[in-house]
C-alpha cells in the first residue's frame, strides 16, 4: 500500500524549471495525457518566459500533446474520463496563450461553430469534440445545447467559421439536421461551411442523406475529419 502511495509524492517533485525545453515539453505531452492541469500551466509560463512566442508552446507542447491523447481515444487505450481531464488541463495552457495569441494575430486551423441540435439536451459528446477541435488548434464557438436553426444561422453570420457541427444523441431530434442543411441550402450558403455530425444514432449513410459532409463517430475521428476537409477546401481554392 506504501508504494502506491509514494508515485504520487515522486511525480510532484519533478522540478519543471530544471528541465531543458525539450525534456518540458516531453513532460507536458505525459502530464496532458493524465490530466495535470496545474503542471501544464506552469510548463505554459516557463516556455513563455525562456522566450518560445505562444504559436510555438500551442504547437509543439499542447497540440502535439492533445494529438496523442486523441490517437489514444480512437485506439481505445484511453476513454471519455480521461480525455475529458486531458481536454481540461489543455484549457488551463490555453487560458494563458490565447490572450498572447490574439495579440499577436497568430493563425488558428480553422474556425468551428458547433451545437446540439433543436429538442436534444445532451452535450457530453459535443463537449468532448469541442475540447479535442480547440486541443488540435481550431477556435470553436459552442453553441450549447437545443438549437434552433435561427442560432445557427446567426452563428454562422457573426463567425464566419469554416465548420458547422451539429450533435444529436436522440433518434427523434437527428433529423432537425436536416432541417438546417436545408435551410443554408435555401439561402445559398450550403456550400461555404463544412458540415460535420455526430451523435451515437447516427452513422455514414444517415450524414450523406441529409446532405452533411461528414459523419464523425467520435472526437478524434471529427479532429481527423476537420483537418482533412479544411486541407482539401484550402487545396482546391
Not at 48 to 55: F, V
Not at 143 to 150: A, H, K, S, T
Not at 165 to 171: D, I, N, R
Not at 188 to 206: H, Q, T
Request: glycine share 10%; aromatic share 4%; hydrophobic share 45%.
Amino acid at each position: 500500500m506504501a508504494e502506491q502511495n509514494d508515485l504520487p509524492d515522486d511525480e510532484e517533485e519533478i522540478d519543471l524549471s530544471s528541465l531543458d525545453n525539450e525534456e518540458l515539453v516531453e513532460q507536458m505531452h505525459d502530464d496532458l495525457y493524465d490530466g495535470l492541469r496545474d503542471e501544464i500551466i506552469e510548463g505554459t509560463n516557463i516556455l513563455l518566459e525562456r522566450g518560445w512566442g505562444p504559436d510555438k508552446v500551442l504547437a509543439e507542447a499542447l497540440v502535439e500533446g492533445m494529438r496523442i491523447v486523441g490517437i489514444d481515444f480512437r485506439d481505445g487505450i484511453l476513454f471519455v474520463p480521461e480525455v475529458l481531464m486531458a481536454a481540461n488541463a489543455m484549457k488551463g495552457g490555453m487560458s494563458v496563450l490565447r490572450p498572447l495569441l490574439v495579440e499577436t494575430g497568430a493563425q488558428t486551423i480553422g474556425k468551428m461553430v458547433i451545437g446540439t441540435v433543436k429538442g436534444d439536451i445532451h452535450d457530453i459528446g459535443k463537449n468532448l469534440v469541442g475540447m479535442m477541435m480547440e486541443g488540435a488548434g481550431f477556435e470553436v464557438i459552442d453553441l450549447g445545447i437545443n438549437n434552433p436553426v435561427e442560432k445557427y444561422l446567426a452563428a454562422i453570420e457573426e463567425h464566419k467559421p469554416d465548420i458547422l457541427g451539429m450533435s444529436a444523441l436522440l433518434t427523434t431530434t437527428m433529423p432537425y439536421m436536416k432541417v438546417v442543411i436545408d435551410t443554408l441550402v435555401e439561402q445559398g450558403i450550403r456550400d461555404d461551411y463544412i458540415v460535420l455530425v455526430g451523435g451515437a444514432p447516427l452513422n455514414e449513410e444517415f450524414s450523406k442523406a441529409v446532405g452533411a459532409d461528414a459523419y464523425c463517430r467520435d472526437a478524434a475521428v471529427a479532429v481527423e475529419t476537420a483537418k482533412k476537409l479544411i486541407a482539401d477546401r484550402r487545396a482546391a481554392a
